[in-house]
């Protein structure tokens, strides 16, 4: 179901799970970064883990409070950085293009996390 489009790079943000609900409504938004570059920071999927250790450390907060946001996006939305595996956006980046792993371990959009379907 959250298979990207040809020409679309997948990558991750990591961030507390309390901002998840403006996420889904608002998008990652730039205008909210607390570093010098107002930008999303985003990382490859062989850093994930490393993203996550590296965010709860910078905001003091515990890494098991942390989320993944998968992001399916044009390469050209995206800059690189120093570090290897890391990217930015400085552009907002809508809802639609998120996705959230629900308990199963399958990535759905991001939309679903908060809607209730029957039989579940």
């Not at 889904?24 to 993203?51: F, H, Q, S, Y």
């Not at 709860?56 to 399916?72: G, I, N, Q, Y």
Request: some cysteine; aromatic content about 8%.
């Amino acid at each position: 179901m959250s298979k990207p489009r040809a020409g679309i790079k997948v990558l991750y943000h990591a961030t507390h799970q309390k901002n998840l609900k403006s996420i889904i409504a608002t998008g990652l938004n730039p205008e909210l970064a607390t570093g010098d570059l107002m930008a999303v920071w985003l990382c490859e999927r062989k850093v994930r883990d490393w993203a996550v250790e590296h965010v709860a450390e910078r905001h003091s907060w515990v890494p098991a409070e942390c989320v993944l946001v998968r992001v399916h996006i044009r390469p050209v939305r995206v800059h690189r950085t120093r570090w290897e595996h890391v990217f930015y956006c400085p552009t907002l980046i809508h809802p639609t293009l998120l996705f959230l792993e629900d308990r199963l371990g399958v990535w759905q959009p991001a939309g679903m996390r908060f809607t209730r379907r029957r039989g579940v």
